[in-house]
């Protein structure tokens, strides 16, 4: 059953009561941490967090891809994630024989993109952070993947990211909003980054998102923006250039598909969707659907399109991926506003700084 986008806002809206509940259990949460009735655990490590207030898709990841291609030439890096929807539990530390089923789809993504970092999952980062330093100990810090509502742990430097068409300061608590903190915990980020930004945001528009977020003295904020590199095929890596003669095929299980959608719409010249739910574990009958659905496109310039995130989740079916025109389209970070120096000396000064304290 297909149900609109103005029948779902109504029924979320009659979860308003349960809002109410979640949100007060999480301002208990946030004032037993701020009193120190519960600690959290601070390392004697240079750690940064990169996460958001609310669910869905703000670009983590892709923050994380930026951070790794920033840092990874002059420091040994490692990311720590929960590994969302894996098949195993506990500490795991990625290797040669990995997948994505061991430590869940974006952390195999960095693995992939990035083998000389250190990539490891675990539920509980206390005990996790310990047996990261311990397995590598030639690593110099350490990015938090999606952390920042987790305060178990506090992170020596927080980045809170927030969907420019979605800002944290119009959102409410779980589950008639999209809230898993609350709005006040922006306070503890060091960096507030706004992102999925237009390429033509202005400085106008620029100045009142700031004035809306409202950031305190010692908080910088960015606006970052996507950009989508050419399509590679799944398994051959053949490079694919997208035209508006071109026919699409959009298989993804991803939180926020929109922007994707909206790009798709501009330089194509028609394209259908097969949307799975978030870090969606594609089965053998999910392949031959989506191979179906492609049968019955007729141009000769036709392709299937999917992301990274989906296709470290697709690739267990790599034999049969070798001749159909699968194609992964890869995303990467962008600052706005010629900014991206000053957001990189902010991080690079923090490790530096961290490590001339000790």
Known sequence: MIFSSTWLRSFRV????????????????????????????????????VGNLAVGGTGKSPLVEYLLRILNYQFKVATLSRGYKRKTRGYILANEHTTALDIGDEPMQFHIKFPEVAVAVGEERVFAIPQLLFDREDIDLIIL??????????????????????????????????????????????????????????????????????????????????????????????????????????????????????????????????????????????????????????SPDRIILTTEKDAVRLIKFSHELDHIPLYVLPIETTFLFNEANRFNSLIVTFIKGFANKN
């Open 145 to 298: 993947d999606d952390a920042f509502q987790h305060r178990a742990v506090q992170a020596g430097f927080n980045i809170l990211l927030t969907d420019s068409n979605d800002l944290f300061t119009r959102d409410f608590f779980l589950p008639s909003g999209d809230l898993r903190d609350a709005r006040s915990s922006y306070k503890r980020a060091d960096v507030i980054i706004v992102t999925k930004c237009r390429q033509d945001f202005s400085t106008a528009e620029k100045k009142r998102t700031i004035n809306e977020i409202k950031p305190l003295p010692h908080q910088h904020v960015f606006f970052t923006g996507i950009h989508y590199g050419a399509p590679y095929h799944i398994t051959s890596h053949a490079i694919k250039h997208m035209s508006c003669q071109t026919e699409v095929l959009l298989v993804c299980g991803i939180a926020n598909p929109e922007p994707l959608k909206k790009y798709l719409q501009e330089i194509t010249k028609s394209y259908e969707s097969m949307l799975f739910s978030d870090h969606h574990i594609f089965r053998i009958d999910d392949l031959h659907e989506i191979k179906r659905r492609f049968e019955k496109f007729k």
């Open 14 to 49: 009659l979860l308003f009561p349960f809002s109410l509940v979640y949100g007060l259990m999480v301002v208990v949460r946030n004032y037993f941490y701020d009193k120190k009735l519960i600690k959290s655990i601070e390392f004697n490590f240079p750690i940064i967090c």
